[in-house]
């Protein structure tokens, strides 16, 4: 149960950092698309030779992403400065005008990179110690399932040596009961033997006595 419980927890917990990974990668790539749609829209006034075009329908999906993230950007967006006012002359487009925040949107992307590096290295450490652990899980809970295994047929052998034994214990008991019965008997015999010793002693004594006599009449003797 401890196991199972210890499994759940870190599955739980590897679900839960691999849909915050899934879910930086999906923000880090839409702002990355707003930061290449405004440096886009910059180089458009300020540099026009690296300029792309984009499909309008592009565009307009650019301008949601925009408005589902409060307006990130927009700054960036709204690059066009309109007609120079008057006495200024004619707005001069040129890339130095741009390179600051074309700069900055630069860093931005390559902050943004080193995060999505960052988050993939800890998310492949983060499987890798996940899949350690499951491993060591299943060892862990195969070598949990040998040994119930083998306590169960220990303990299914010691029950057979134990129903043996009992066998043997109430055989063992039955012959020591005769043997003792036996023993009984036999003092008895014995003392009887000891009590009428001296009565069958005068017995025989008298009946070898009769046979003398009765051998001597058939040989004549007269014991008148």
Aim: charge should be neutral.
């Amino acid at each position: 149960a401890k196991l199972d419980k210890s499994v759940a927890e870190a599955t739980a917990q590897r679900k839960a950092e691999n849909a915050e990974y899934t879910h930086m990668l999906a923000q880090s790539a839409a702002a990355k698309k707003l930061l290449d749609f405004a440096k886009n829209r910059l180089h458009r006034f300020y540099n026009p030779n690296l300029h792309k075009e984009a499909a309008k329908e592009e565009l307009s999906r650019e301008g949601r992403i925009f408005a589902n993230h409060g307006g990130v950007a927009a700054s960036f967006v709204q690059v066009s400065p309109g007609p120079a006012p008057g006495g200024f002359g004619a707005y001069a487009k040129k890339a130095e005008d741009s390179s600051g925040v074309i700069a900055m949107i630069n860093l931005l992307t390559k902050e943004l990179d080193e995060e999505v590096t960052e988050g993939k290295v800890e998310e492949e450490n983060a499987q890798a110690d996940y899949d350690e652990t499951m491993r060591d899980s299943t060892q862990k809970r195969a070598t949990a399932t040998r040994s119930v295994t083998e306590k169960t047929a220990a303990k299914a052998s010691l029950s057979d040596n134990l129903l043996t034994l009992k066998d043997l214990h109430t055989s063992t008991t039955d012959k020591l009961k005769a043997k003792k019965e036996y023993g009984v008997t036999l003092h008895k015999e014995c003392d009887w033997l000891l009590q009428n010793f001296d009565a069958r002693k005068e017995a025989r004594t008298s009946e070898i006595d009769a046979l003398n006599r009765a051998k001597a009449v058939l040989a004549g003797a007269d014991y008148a």
